[in-house]
């Protein structure tokens, strides 16, 4: 009884910045269950396969270089256990490497209707955006289907990612996606796709349902892309997946989360490169959804119950509500990213989040500072509705100098 008084009367004297954190770790012991509840109602959720349901589809593959285990993940496309579907490559570039790996997909699958598609004709400052409306002009079915090059799938997954089309009123649908990383550094960015940006959409689609696309799968019907006004329409933006889920929503077509996960090869990094590339996604984040990007304060609890431990000077109920939270979102973490995606890094690096969540504030916080972004080499400008603007080359080398000197861990 002396120590339950103690501990309320710990709480009566907390500080006003003392009572702030504890509601911002309290919202996020909130969110980290409502994440749960949401992964489990997904992974009760999946959709009836009807054998008999099977329109012709188009694969568009924007090619950009050689990812790892190229040949790998776009043989996979090639492999479909399903009747009627077509390929297409685009490359910008005649002396891109990515087409000798094209050659030998055709070569090597001359059953699959498969061409490439070679191009320099550019309509935007998005480049994939550009190789995505030259591969189009090539299609032959009317639902068409988009996925980044360093995506792998089974040879379902036609068959199941077009289930969802059999309404209607369905114009999109995207896939989650589970990582094949090698390398502390991309493992450690793999931990946290698995169980925080997942979490995040799955809570999202809970709440108010998808109104955007993952570039793991985006299926669309073409009548659909035409109504939103063509690639052109998003030929500018740096999300354009974001884009190609949203604007169908606002068209009035519903985005429909897949029950397949597809896998994603992450290839070994260096921190300077994760680092690059996790700003280049939150800066394009808060511009697409700025209040609810601002709304992720309430979901670092990793980060504000440490802070709280500190603030009340080591407290008992300091480390109490440190405990809570950070089990909760071990819990959270393991039922998204091992439960929900049976994602092999998330299974034996789960012990990483804390530090992932760490790290993820931090960039949360600098994405704030400025819209600057570095992409494939190039320095780039966000506007406020997340189209890119290019910089010149002597600004973008000042701007990731600069970058990577002022980050703590600039000298590993």
Not at 156 to 168: G, K, N, S, T
Not at 252 to 281: C, F, M, N, P
Request: include cysteine; proline fraction near 4%.
């Amino acid at each position: 009884m002396e120590i339950l008084g103690s501990t309320f009367l710990t709480t009566w004297t907390l500080t006003v910045i003392d009572f702030l954190l504890l509601i911002l770790g309290l919202v996020a012991v909130w969110f980290y269950g409502y994440a749960i509840h949401a992964a489990i109602a997904w992974l009760k959720r999946p959709t009836p396969v009807e054998p008999n349901f099977h329109p012709p589809i188009t694969i568009l593959k924007p090619i950009c270089g050689v990812d790892s285990d190229a040949y790998e993940n776009l043989a996979s496309f090639c492999q479909q256990d399903y009747p009627t579907y077509q390929i297409i490559f685009a490359v910008l570039e005649s002396t891109d490497p990515g087409i000798e790996v094209v050659q030998k997909i055709i070569h090597y699958f001359p059953q699959v209707d498969i061409q490439l598609v070679v191009s320099d004709r550019t309509i935007g400052t998005n480049r994939k955006v550009s190789n995505l409306a030259n591969a189009v002009t090539k299609a032959r079915y009317d639902t068409l289907l988009i996925a980044d090059s360093d995506i792998r799938v089974g040879t379902d997954y036609l068959q199941r990612v077009v289930q969802p089309l059999r309404d209607a009123r369905v114009g999109v649908v995207t896939c989650l996606y589970r990582s094949l990383a090698s390398g502390w550094v991309a493992r450690l960015e793999a931990v946290g796709v698995a169980t925080e940006f997942h979490a995040g959409v799955l809570v999202s689609t809970k709440l108010e349902g998808i109104k955007f696309a993952l570039g793991s799968t985006i299926l669309i019907r073409r009548t659909v892309l035409e109504k939103i006004g063509g690639f052109e329409a998003i030929a500018d933006y740096l999300a354009d997946d974001f884009q190609l889920g949203n604007l169908p929503t606002q068209a009035g077509y519903k985005v429909v989360l897949s029950d397949y996960v597809v896998e994603h090869v992450l290839a070994s990094t260096t921190l300077v490169d994760s680092l690059r590339r996790q700003i280049r996604w939150a800066r394009g984040t808060r511009v697409c959804r700025p209040w609810g990007y601002l709304g992720l304060i309430f979901t670092h609890g990793t980060v504000t119950s440490l802070l709280l431990l500190i603030a009340t000077g080591e407290s008992a109920l300091g480390w109490l509500f440190l405990g809570i939270t950070w089990m909760a979102r071990l819990v959270m973490g393991w039922v998204v990213g091992v439960r929900s995606l049976d994602d092999p890094v998330a299974k034996k690096f789960l012990w990483l989040i804390p530090l992932w969540d760490l790290i993820g504030f931090a960039i949360w916080c600098y994405s704030f500072m400025g819209n600057r972004i570095e992409w494939r080499g190039k320095g780039w400008r966000l506007t406020k509705d997340g189209k890119l603007v290019a910089i010149s080359h002597e600004s973008a080398r000042r701007f990731a100098t600069s970058m990577i000197a002022n980050h703590p861990n600039s000298k590993i």
